[in-house]
């Protein structure tokens, strides 16, 4: 049960929420805290048997432009010290080139800077994001 004291909690942005399915894949051996995690997240904790039958997620999601997850993906995921990973696939159709991935800070619930992340630039989409006032 998380109590909301956990600064290092696992949250996916709200603007995330609507725009893609999100698989919470985690360590079974290890404890992960997830906060305000949509309904329609789907958990997996046996990392094993989840990349035995994630390959062909991975190609029906992104309708066959990628066969299977990257191998540093699963060398990480097999890894004993593997904690967690949040893997999302956008609902929204356009052109994306991973070599034009631009490392940006990622940041834990506290605000302090855990590591550079490599985001993968869109182009040729058009996004509209609303915002509570």
């Not at 893609?20 to 997996?44: A, D, G, M, S």
């Not at 432009?65 to 699963?74: A, I, K, W």
């Not at 004993?80 to 631009?102: E, M, T, Y």
């Amino acid at each position: 049960m998380f109590d909301g004291k956990d600064a290092n909690a696992h949250e996916i942005p709200n603007l995330l929420k609507n725009i893609c399915q999100v698989y919470c894949v985690h360590n079974k051996n290890k404890v992960v805290t997830y906060k305000k995690l949509p309904e329609n997240n789907i958990f997996v904790d046996d990392v094993d048997n989840f990349l035995k039958f994630f390959k062909h997620i991975v190609k029906r999601e992104t309708q066959g432009y990628f066969q299977e997850l990257d191998e540093l993906t699963v060398e990480l995921m097999r890894d004993p010290s593997f904690r967690c990973s949040l893997i999302g696939f956008f609902f929204s159709q356009g052109l994306w080139d991973a070599a034009q991935c631009c490392p940006r800070p990622f940041y834990i619930r506290n605000g302090k800077v855990v590591r550079n992340v490599n985001f993968i630039g869109f182009y040729g989409v058009e996004s509209l994001l609303r915002t509570k006032s």
